[in-house]
């Protein structure tokens, strides 16, 4: 049976993930930031060990060696925050987490990994957005620590070429999770930690960004179509470097590859209602 450790697996796409491999027959370590937030909810979940895996506590990363089996097959690197608001009201703590879980600790785990990813040829597959292909205003610093997310994806995939191991990245738009369906609880707590004054500034984009949830509605991608996609990468004869999931994540690249970025850039503010 193959092997896979899969980050981020309280819920949401990573928890799909995750039982979509153990139903599978895959053997699966589920990595969680708290023990006790790993709930089994189903059959398939109780055949998965879950891991304590904070990317952020070198500890639980370096404990990975005394967990994991000497040969791993897949890593699906999910697990992620996001910091919500305008640039100019972020903290520099903001910034340092975003980029401290999403980044830095996705490159650490994925170091610990590859020596038993070697020795199984295994694959890697990052879960990245489409928003580091076209990057959402009050989005900027989780879209920023996506694209760094797959500049390093592409480094790996030509530097792990003499191993045979596959280096692929799925991009999903919204994506009708626990979490999607949380957003507006997360916009309202980014508009009460903003500053007076930003939130001043910066009342027409939380408006903006409102109504541009409230748009996708039903067009937001199942977490089953994200699964196919990290499904594929891990068992394709020839994976895609890539995978974008959901009509709207192909709308966004589409339009970020053929309008000129000034044009874009005036579409988006439009849609954002920010004139």
């Known amino acids: 049976m193959p092997t896979a450790l899969v980050t981020g697996t309280r819920r949401g796409i990573g928890r799909a993930v995750a039982r979509r491999l153990a139903e599978s027959g ?11 937030d790993w709930m089994p909810r189903s059959d398939a979940d109780t055949r998965i060990t879950p891991v304590r895996l904070d990317l952020s506590d070198p500890a639980d990363i370096a404990a990975l060696d005394d967990v994991l089996p000497a040969r791993v097959d897949a890593l699906v690197n999910n697990a ?19 980029f401290e879980v999403n980044v830095v600790g996705t490159v650490a785990v994925t170091q610990a990994a590859l020596p038993r990813l070697r020795t199984a040829a295994g694959r890697i597959v990052f879960v990245s ?12 610093a989780y879209c920023a620590s996506k694209c760094a997310v797959e500049g390093i994806a592409d480094a790996l995939r030509v530097e792990l070429r003499p191993w045979r191991i596959a280096v692929s990245v799925v991009e999903p738009g919204p994506t009708d999770t626990e979490t999607w369906r949380e957003v507006d609880t997360m916009i309202d707590d980014m508009d009460a930690r903003m500053a007076p ?20 509605g039903s067009a937001v991608a199942p977490p089953d179509a994200v699964v196919h996609a990290v499904e594929h990468a891990l068992t394709a004869r020839r994976p895609r470097a890539r995978y ?12 970020n590859t053929l309008l000129p970025t000034r044009a874009g850039d005036a579409i988006g503010a439009r849609i954002a209602g920010l004139t």
């Open 26 to 36: 895959w053997t699966v370590f589920a990595g969680v930031r708290d023990l006790d």
């Open 80 to 98: 992620a925050v996001a910091a919500l608001g305008p640039v100019e009201a972020l903290t520099t703590a903001d910034l340092r987490r975003q």
């Open 129 to 140: 957005s489409v928003g580091s292909r076209s990057v959402v205003p009050m989005e900027g």
């Open 197 to 216: 004054h930003h939130r001043d500034l910066y009342a027409a984009h939380v408006i903006g960004l409102r109504q541009n949830i409230a748009r996708f």
């Open 244 to 255: 974008v999931v959901g009509m709207p994540a192909r709308t966004m690249v589409a339009m």
